[in-house]
């Protein structure tokens, strides 16, 4: 892990009206890397959610059509997640949906795009759609955002490495 | 097929702020058969989509984390759709995404609850969520209406069979 990585801003959009969350980050490294570091797992397991966690994958099928399930652990307890990946586009576009154990009714549809700036540079769009606004705030009141930016710092440590 | 079945309302809500739409329709059947009829490829081919319509299905894992592919064929052309079984809660509950061929970039996420009424009949209830108020209304417009009125036509048909 580096300390000296330079981490750019995370802009977390909740639009009032409409039940999304969008998610916008740029990273020093081309698509190819970023869009690795979201469908190998043993890459993935290395940055995904906020610090201090550690992340284990008991399935992982990263292509269109495919399922995962892991969960995270700290020295509170362990967090279970599943869903699908819906489309895998490579180096372009992942489509999945997401459930966290906890609140087994609930699920929402994420989109990740993943745009070439030029330059070895990326810009990840996330648009999350949840199925009301209140799902959604639930969401955003859960501490979602640190764990978005935690995990995104830890991706800028492990792209120095790929 | 019967031509005497009696065939309930479907009510098909778009609100004009959240892009959704929810159809509720009821059937004079008991929830365990309206569940198998969406999970059973064999009995899936008989009722879903408009009339007039030939289904074929080239990938079908009715299960969590399972997905499928299928495409509906007229006089006209071929029509395909495929998606991801998020979750499937037996005889209650099947999420599942969506998305159209011919409209690549456009997924959707639906969420269809088994209601028991009692008395052999079920109420159906789907939420689909859409990213956008547009990518809603751009479905909506599209004839959707017609493929849920005659499908569910049809499966009123299918349910007298089981």
Chains 1, 2 share one sequence.
Do not use: K
């Not at 966290?100 to 030029?118: K, R, S």
């Amino acid at each position: 892990m580096s300390t000296t990585t330079r981490h750019h801003e995370v802009t977390i959009t909740a639009d009032p009206a409409v039940p999304t969350i969008e998610i916008v980050r740029e990273f020093d490294a081309p698509p190819a890397a970023v869009f690795r570091a979201h469908v190998e797992p043993d890459l993935v397991t290395r940055w995904l959610g906020p610090r201090g966690m550690t992340m284990e994958i008991t399935r992982w099928e990263a292509e269109t059509g495919g399922a995962y399930r892991y969960s995270h652990r700290d020295a509170n307890g362990e967090y279970g997640f599943y869903g699908s990946f819906h489309e895998v586009r490579p180096g372009e576009r992942i489509v999945q949906t997401f459930t966290f154990d906890g609140y087994p009714d609930g699920v929402c549809l994420e989109t990740l795009h993943f745009q070439d700036l030029g330059d070895g540079r990326t810009r990840l769009r996330g648009l999350t759609a949840f199925e009301s606004v209140e799902a959604r705030d639930l969401a955003v009141s859960s501490g979602m955002d640190t764990g978005v930016v935690e995990g995104y710092e830890q991706l800028d440590e492990l792209l120095t490495d790929l």
